[in-house]
């Protein structure tokens, strides 16, 4: 495929252009807003030196990948991604999400809120819209759960993440938070990612609990392609034989994506390992591992979780976790990992 | 299950009187040789106050535990294990075992010998007889590797560690070698695992790679049950659905294993991986999860290895890995995996 | 839980009785559309003697299930279920469904529609909305492919089934076709497994690629639970570390779903597979393990096929297969499964 | 690779001759015993027209193939393989192999031999070295339970099979039993493969629980390559996320690996399912896909069963599942899987 990047502040007509000039030539376009401003995606057909001559052509790539916008190849390292409220993700920054599993009630969400912004969290996570096994489960507090959510915000000023289930919902429930999470079993959720596109909230995509490296890129893809740059990948563990994990978290596609992708990826360990003192070392190792950072399940008092209390920390061991992250980052600091892998390859 | 513990220097009639009671209550016993001495293994039939008054008996330990000599529950926190030349690993000392997939030439291993000694490697690793999944393929240089092992050894002063695929072959090659390597294909090679319980030479076991924890702990437990309490467990990757890594390296298990066993355990990253730009980061994983310790394949020619080329590290990239490891486990230092594991329950 | 089978012919009126019964009693009740009528599933709280007393209730049954709507326990053996046009599925009916991956023309469908019917299929499938793992990818024809599905209809006298991707989707389409598809990247897509238990018509579910079989049945009691007892489960092949099929046919569920459910179970070989040539012995081994029917892909011109041509029959290779399986129903014949199941317990 | 294949009745000599043809060339060659006599397997080194000429040479066949030995596309397809005692697998011949997982007792094992054999069983199965994952666990009664296994050859006629462990263990056990079976922990145990390349005894290779096709039949080749025609591949279902059966059975494999290899391959549905009620159904389903035959558990009392009863049939159920099956070839009878391949491609 051909990724035409064009010059800044070029106007519609412009880019009108670019696409008229790829049609008369049998090419299919579509524009996207890449992550240096808006492109010209063709299928390459009839592409020839006359395109880079356009007045409003900044470059043109050439790329067999099967995820250009999400491409590293394409689009060179990422920069810091904004997620509101002064925090940003990527690009050499850090991010730590943490909360409960689920929102269940005014008092729990408030009070674990507090106790992870005083620790250092830079996100809050609370499900309102939950995707159970069973359909006699707790389904979430729903709408009024963000509005909780939003409460918490003003309280801590915390950006906060929610998941989305539904196409439907992705309009009237962008405007609300600052992040839109895809959960493990809508990742190829396709009019899911195609509503997700059309928004400009950032999304924080988890990958599949049986997707590959290739289908979560492509994934991805499909939110890039339809406009929305703001993605954020997450690891949460695989499917594999082994139960003496909840899934098996695969930590090595940590420096595999980032040898891929522009795109920032993090880590889910609560849900990866489904046991409360297994977080604390897989925060550890994914950070070392070059993640850009976490998302950990906390609650106030874990023993009253209405869902995933064995996983989640309670305040005291976040705290003590979030200590030793920060020395953690000082020792990793010196090398950064894109360079390390150089020297390694 | 029981488990006897006896005191210090009894003798083999002490012994013999301790299986003689239990035998006469219809139970059936075992000796074997724990970490903290000779122990008397018991079914359980016909246990009572008796036995814990016989005079050579230091404590009696009941376990529901498939793999009592192995367990953290029965035996209690780690003590470092002697490799020889002065290195050792677990209960707080971490080694780093580091050389080529296959011994191909003298000229090959002595340079990565002493280029890995000089970057601080703790273990020379080669194989000599080779586990191929295709009969034409060259299949290790077999005795004629093991002396040239011998003689990297004299030349560096490391200690060397060699796989053993046959039964027959553990009894001459014991004395040769520092650490007896099980292949990954031979963790349930039933009779060679007996027959490592009759030596004294520590043993790497391998991870089957479609072994469960309980699979792996249980198969350490012949080569503890037959005598052998030398026993170093080695994560490399487990077979999923997914093929961007050669395997999945599974982490998680690192702390798992240290909340169940006594022993330690190191990781793979090069056989996990399959590509030498996800080793380095993967070590640094592997130890802030709380690794004792990391087998990495080194060659001082990567593009002209016979065997695992595309996964071995050249020695500028191993020396730089080296100082990064240093950095970090300073930073790791101040609490140890186990104490911050209590925190986080 | 508890399910309470009303007697036939009860009013709203009685209904609703039932429900207050159990609310005053503190128990949480739904009623829903069971395979013999109405029920009401209450979560236990406060049931006793007086419930099966109530003139409007034919039995109350608990059970420890998390799919109590779809337990065989708890509803017994399954009757054919009314796929339209004079066809049914299971209790001892078997159907095929036939056709494309994808409607690509009408000429295209029209000549496969014609094939597969005077070969014996008994529904015909096709694809106007086709979840695609890159979003450049052929997305189906959309609305018009539903019109030539419906013209096919009409030529043939086939049901049609196809599939349906979005929550909104799904009362508009509903109407038009006899049989509303979920795709295994949907199974666990729970807004649409609500929507489908809105409707009426009836729905083939197909196993999530990594799906347990209990999270299968937990994604069928989604729809039956929100009132449309109407389900069709679909076994497609499940993801593993071997690639030599595209996925893993996992026939043992035919008949272990059998000995916990009622609903109707179909195998479709062709996805499972990925070739072409290993599909017509798989559709005789899922007949042979006692699956209720198959879909296949066929297409009257596989080398032009815009979507999985490598897995589909032509219509001389399906005519063929039907023949085959014509003679291996009949030797099956004479031992029902479930009969042959109790013999070999 | 290059496969030449030598005329029959040529005489030491002549074969000396042909490979020192090819190693003045420079090639790498090794004599092996083909499926059609003697052949001599070359790396190809300095092939040419020359090679062809010699006197004892039939013909010269070239592959991409990495088990030459064992590929159809060299050998063409099988004929029945000789079990001993008038029986034969492949080629046509269906077999069912049946009896005890492990030898237990004289009474048991007779008193089921008797049974299997009245109900039409072709070769008779007992383990007398088992594997165990458990230390502690009932290992078999060994040399014992190979003598009772002898015992019941003389009462029933039937041929015998049981599995060999370790190296050692094979030029001893090939002379009493009609045929050695490799487990699936065993099945990459190359010394023990290599082993049984030496002797002549029919051998049954189970696949490995988490090995690909091409790692089964390279494990196979092994034995092939050594001296040894006389394989019989077994699929027993491999590892996969999914717990709700013991493992996986995967059937496509049998048509897929008779599409590859000229090899005899049956399936043990009895330790891929673990459940005594799907073992009727899937030995149906592996039969319609096309297998050479079956080994299933089958005890005289398998609620007594030291290992394996909840999946052993009894012996009335297994006299059913006979009777169900002679219906069921009949019915596959006008068909060979290999022709309805050909059309259905």
Chains 1, 2, 3, 4 share one sequence.
């Not at 809120?113 to 729903?142: C, E, I, T």
């Not at 595999?256 to 604390?280: E, F, N, Q, Y």
């Amino acid at each position: 495929m051909i990724v035409v990047q064009l010059k800044d502040h070029c106007s519609s007509l412009d880019i009108a252009r670019v696409c008229d000039h790829q049609e008369r030539r049998g090419g299919q376009v579509r524009v996207v807003s890449g992550p240096q401003g808006p492109c010209v995606v063709s299928d390459g057909t009839g592409v020839d030196k006359s395109l880079g001559q356009l007045p409003s052509v900044k470059s043109v790539s050439s790329t067999k990948s099967s995820y250009p916008m999400a491409s590293l190849e394409v689009f060179g390292p990422q920069k810091p991604l904004d997620l509101g409220r002064g925090m940003s993700i990527g690009g050499g920054k850090m991010a730590v999400m943490a909360g409960p599993c689920s929102v269940e009630s005014r008092e729990q969400l408030l009070e674990t809120a507090k106790g992870v912004a005083s620790s250092g969290a830079s996100v809050l996570r609370g499900g309102a819209f939950k995707p159970r096994s069973n359909p006699y489960s707790f389904q979430g507090m729903g709408v009024q759960g963000i509005d909780l959510l939003k409460e918490a915000r003003e309280e801590t000023g915390l950006p906060i993440v929610t998941e989305v289930m539904s196409p439907e919902d992705v309009e009237w429930l962008a405007p609300q938070v600052d992040i839109l999470q895809v959960g493990t079993r809508s990742m190829q959720n396709f009019p899911l990612l195609k509503a997700l596109g059309k928004v400009r909230t950032p999304v924080l995509l988890k990958r599949g609990m049986s997707a590959t490296v290739d289908e979560w890129l492509q994934a991805a893809e499909y939110i890039l392609a339809g406009g929305n740059s703001r993605v954020i990948l997450c690891e949460r563990g695989i499917r594999s034989f082994d139960k003496s994990t909840r899934n098996t978290l695969d930590l090595s596609v940590i420096p595999l994506v980032k040898s891929m992708s522009h795109l920032p990826v993090i880590v889910d360990p609560s849900h990866a390992t489904g046991r409360r003192d297994l977080v604390a070392p897989m925060c550890m190792a994914a950070l070392a591992a070059g993640a850009d950072g976490l998302i950990v399940e906390v609650h106030s008092r874990p023993e009253e979780a209405l869902c995933d209390g064995p996983q989640s920390l309670d305040l005291p061991a976040f705290d003590h976790l979030m200590g030793r992250i920060s020395r953690l980052m000082e020792a990793l600091e010196p090398e950064a990992t894109p360079w390390s892998l150089k020297v390694a390859m």
